[in-house]
């Protein structure tokens, strides 16, 4: 099966090429004759690329003896005939574009030629890369897109500098066109290196990420090849962030397991130096950075990879002994952290503008969940709107006695514990700042409501875990002498149960959350005018 795949993928490759020679032809010798061939072999090449595609899903459905080598390299191959027939597509609609022109030869004033020479070269390359599994030879696939744009981009300044002039508008702009469609070739030729990269070292990595992967492990100290690299995306990141598992895969290569993060530099950059922070307060708490590396707006950083599980996998799948020593080894780290960073001086909070910075995301998940004003005879019932303001307006009059420095992501899937070391890691960390302990707080007791768990024995678990852990919370409150906790924690429970909405799409799990929100705010609203000092938090609304 995969055979046939390979064969007629090598076809659909070598009848894309003849359509891009045939489009140089063209584009260089005006003949009507190679219109009709370039129209015919669009048909053929179709064609070819649906039996690909065909086989690729047939192969992947009906038949079991692949193994993740062989699926890796029928997933390439679709995305690599996908784009080729793409780029043939391109060729077509160039060829129609020169019925525009009044005069066929006026396109010989620009240089495509140049173009094409990059687009033939690219396209040769792809069966020797795809059979001799030849890394430098996807890159230089990948990097013809940038060589087209820098192609495209002379020759448009030049178009660009005759349009001024008013030279031939007409012309100008169907060139313009057909060098757009050049250009566009170069995008899925992209596309196909990455996907040859794929097939290469099983995973699938944009050529930016490839090179600050390259980069990032010389600045670690590492000598190998990528060859001797095992890479594993970790997906389910809401950060944004490109996040991967980077192993050695022989002796030669990588001598520890890391993690590699790239995005963004202000957020790559931000978990570089508060890990950083972290290792200077508490020592081995946050994983070891072994290299960094920026290039113009983005960064990447491979950190160590902490063995162990999260705190999430250990309360749904352990022992209850398993468990209380779990607990009890984080609620002694997090004290000694709380007490090891404690500093007085009042902390303005900000827990409702947190919430209206990310309605927009929750409402475009649950578009409902925004209550608008209403009554019910003589009784107002608030809007949403008016209840954050008002909670926010609240909320400035009662700032935090002091900070700490906190995670700033407190989920439970941020905490890993270390079974053979009996200790407790935090990972990532780029939110870390001096802060109100409560935004940690808050955040721990509703990453253990929302786990969209139902098992009774499962949810008795993560009641028992809310229940502990406010005791805690609440305990080193009174310790602290901060008579305001209670207040502050309804407003931080408020906004994490609204927000957290719209990671859920049970509608009614999502439902109850941002129900106790409003409760939340609702008895925050009711007791303005009292002292702050007295409130008491419903702690029902914790428990599900």
Known sequence: MLNNIIENAKFLVIETESQVQLTHSLLSDFNEDLLEKIASKDDYIDNLKTTVENECFSGLHGFSGLDNEGINAIRSIHIISVNLERI????????????????????HKYDYKKMFSEMQIALSKITQVFDGRDLSGALDICRAEYNLDMLYKENFDCMMADLRE?????????????????????????????????????????????????????????????????????????????ISKVSNRNPSGFKAQGIFKEGVVKKIKLEQENIRRWEKIFPGLAPRIFGYYEKHDTASLLIEFLPGCTLDQIILTESNEIIRNVIFIFEQTLSE?????????????????????????????????????????????????????????????????????????????NIVYNHEEQ???????????????????SVFLISNFRLPVFKTHLRVRLNEVIQHFFEVFSHFARKNNDKTFEIRMALALARSFYTSTRFEMNYGFAREMFLRSHFLMERIIEH????????????EVLFY
């Open 337 to 413: 952290i709380w007490e090891t960073t404690k500093k007085q001086g009042q902390f303005q909070t900000d827990y409702m503008r947190q919430l209206k910075s990310r309605l927009d995301a929750t409402r475009r998940v649950h578009p409902f969940f925004y209550r608008r004003e209403k009554y019910i005879e003589l009784l107002r019932v608030s809007s949403s709107k008016d209840m954050i303001a008002t909670c926010e307006e609240i909320e400035k009059d009662i700032p935090s006695p002091f900070v700490i420095f906190i995670h700033g992501d407190f989920n439970f899937n």
């Open 423 to 441: 200790k407790i890691n935090y990972i990532d960390l780029y939110r870390s700042r001096d802060a109100d302990y409560v935004q940690d707080a």
């Open 528 to 539: 303005k005018g009292k002292s702050w000092e007295t409130f008491k938090l419903p702690t």
């Open 88 to 107: 043939a597509d391109y060729c077509v609609n160039i060829a129609k574009q020169l019925h525009y022109l009044s005069e066929v030869s006026f396109i």
């Open 166 to 242: 008013g030279y031939d508008t007409e012309n100008i702009i169907t060139v313009i066109f057909i060098f757009r469609y050049l250009e566009r070739i170069g995008d899925s030729l992209l596309n196909i290196g990455e996907a040859l990269i794929f097939a290469i070292i099983g995973d699938r990595i944009k050529i930016r990420q490839f090179e600050a992967l390259q980069k990032t492990l010389t600045e670690s100290g590492f000598e190998g090849t990528l060859s001797d690299i095992d890479f594993t995306s970790i997906w389910g990141s809401r950060s944004g962030c490109r």
